[in-house]
């Protein structure tokens, strides 16, 4: 497959790239700075240079691939519209260029909200109690236009076998944890992650909402310990603490969620890394 990934130098592009390269695919990526570039280079892409704040530049590129990645964000108060944005110049370019391409866009599992301590699937309704739920308009935009042949991917919390993405955070001698130990993440490495996005871009039809969780909730208390250490001092935030300090930003981090995956598992998905407290070395056989 031709492969054209947004956010390629970071820890979810990244691991989508490498693992493209790996299969034999033909992978370019989106790279802003000439850092990016040379890490999209040393993993093996090819490179498209541009920013996801001007897409214009690159989406007539984008769109000649058989399947996009997108696995880019800004992080920054215009998210939302950089993104929305970002998706128009996709649909515009797909239909000057008279293809419909495979589309896999990134989700997430917060758009899902509390789930009660129940385990939930894709079949839950979406309850986004936190800022990234204009994620479901830009979602609405997508398919109304049927530009692209779209399914979206939501990722649980990513993490690598250096315990850095979500987990970066416990990587302190001072532990913070906001709300309660007890409360769930579901959680993906993301090799596993990357193995997802990959078989979906090659599933052309496969549409809707696939959860990507290969452990479905494990209390964050432990996440914390087993990346920071037993010996770690722990200090707990409670919420109305934890809203006053980090805004709607901590919304998420606080959401208990037990969150599987039957969709991607029923298309043959098989997560390695399936306990977050041995992260650098998976636990299941590669099939």
Known sequence: MRLFVTGASGLVGGA???????????????????????????????????????????????V???????AAATFGPDMGDVDRAAMEALITAARRAGRRPRLIYTGGIWLYGDTGGQVRDETAPFDPATPWGWMLDTVAMLKASDATDLAVLHPGAVYDSNAGGMLERFHAPEVEILGDQAIRWPLV???????????????PGQGGDFLATAEPGRPVGEIARAVAGPDASVRVL????????YGDSA?????????????LTALGW???????????????PCN
């Open 16 to 62: 989508v790239l490498r693992a493209g390269v790996a299969a034999g695919h033909q992978v370019t990526g989106l790279a802003r700075s000439g850092h990016a570039a040379a890490q999209v280079e040393g993993d093996g892409g090819q490179v498209c240079r541009g920013d996801l704040r001007q897409p214009e530049v690159w989406a007539a590129e984008a």
């Open 64 to 70: 000649a691939a058989d399947a996009i990645i997108h």
């Open 189 to 203: 490495h993301a090799d596993d992650l990357a193995q997802a996005y990959l078989l979906l871009a090659g599933l």
């Open 238 to 245: 409670d919420r109305a603490e934890a809203l006053v300090r």
């Open 251 to 263: 919304l998420g981090p606080m959401l208990d969620q037990r969150l599987a995956a039957p969709r």
């Open 270 to 284: 098989r997560p390695r890394f399936d306990d977050v407290t041995r992260s650098g070395e998976p636990q299941a």
